[in-house]
């Protein structure tokens, strides 16, 4: 069991509030170290699954390298939580691990399989799947789409998965654009590249949102040109795109659509002078707006979002402590 409480907010937006300073309109209530046992812990997704929480991450000796494992964690309250599974594939380094539910109620994995030669060189990389129906009894992870891809999150839309690839040549050249794949799946196994997306500057990391009119917005990150995550907005069946820049960097970019019809997200912030922080804020087809940085620094960013019960649930990880260890917020929305 894991139960440490490590920080408690409020009393900052208190003294803003005495000062005459506009409330903010997302607010610290609490944030958990929920897991800290391997040497490094990071990537992190969080999902509620029949009534209970499900946070999930890799767990490896550093931040590159090695056979990375994926450990699922479980809680009743978002308080206390127990491990209760960890996949593991022999040579693999399984990375980036997002949940999700099936339409025949099912948890479903998708992370990034590298093999390294030489340490930390990247021989070659494919994407993984495994199902669960209870988060305890896996299927063992399944290579799907091509080496060379990474599909970085699903999301399911009226019976079907949806994600983004991003695909580099099986040997990953790093002077090359990666190739923005645009991916779907009637079931989470068997998938499909219907058509690249018209996203420059090396674009990478990308979470995909459905709304109420069956629209999808995009959000990339992208590590060419001048950095900027770039927001995307298109109709079915999402062939074009409307792109703008969002006005800054982001790293392991994540958002939810609230049920008032609000974006939020965040990622990994980058400061000029080196430093990194996690943070959320406001997402809209014009930009992102950070509003409140969470307890974070150094190696730190990938969070997972959950709206349950008038609040949202968010889950990261960051060094700022010492070492990669996974953080469970609690975030109050005026």
């Not at 208190?14 to 609490?30: E, H, N, T, W």
């Not at 127990?82 to 099912?106: C, F, H, N, Q, W």
């Not at 991916?183 to 995909?208: D, F, M, Q, Y």
């Not at 939810?256 to 965040?266: A, C, F, H, N, T």
């Amino acid at each position: 069991m894991w139960t440490r409480r490590e920080w408690i907010g409020g009393l900052p937006l208190s003294i803003a509030m005495l000062r005459g300073a506009p409330a903010a309109r997302i607010q610290l209530v609490r944030v958990l170290k929920i897991w800290d046992q391997a040497p490094h812990n990071a990537f992190t997704d969080l999902i509620r699954f029949r009534k209970r929480w499900y946070c999930i991450f890799r767990e490896a000796e550093d931040h590159v390298g090695g056979d990375g494992k994926l450990r699922v964690l479980e809680s009743k309250n978002g308080e206390t939580w127990s491990s209760v599974a960890l996949l593991s594939e022999s040579g693999v380094d399984l990375r980036d691990p997002k949940l999700s539910i099936t339409p025949d109620d099912r948890l479903m994995i998708v992370a990034g399989g590298s093999v390294y030669g030489g340490g930390k060189i990247l021989k070659s990389r494919q994407p993984r799947v495994a199902f669960s129906k209870d988060a305890r009894n896996w299927t063992e992870p399944a290579a799907v789409l091509e080496r060379g891809d990474w599909l970085w999150r699903v999301t399911w839309h009226k019976g079907r998965a949806y994600g983004v690839s991003y695909y580099t040549e099986p040997h990953g050249q790093p002077d090359r654009d990666w190739q923005l794949r645009f991916c779907e799946s009637p079931n989470g196994s068997k998938w499909e590249v219907r058509h690249i997306l018209a996203v420059s500057g090396r674009p990478n990391e990308t979470t995909l949102r459905f709304l109420p009119n069956d629209d999808c917005v995009a959000f990339v990150r992208r590590e060419g040109e001048d950095r900027q995550a770039w927001i995307g907005r298109s109709a079915p069946p999402y062939r074009e795109f409307q792109w703008k820049p969002c006005g800054h960097r982001t790293g392991g970019p994540n958002f939810i659509v609230l049920p008032d019809g609000r974006w939020v997200g965040g990622g990994r912030r980058y400061y000029p002078e080196g430093t990194f922080k996690t943070e959320v804020g406001f997402l809209s087809e014009q930009g992102y707006q950070p509003e409140l940085s969470l307890p974070s620094g150094g190696d730190t960013s990938y969070p997972g979002f959950v709206w349950h019960d008038n609040f949202l649930w968010m889950s990261y990880y960051s060094s700022h402590e010492g070492k990669a260890s996974i953080y469970l917020a609690k975030l109050k929305l005026s």
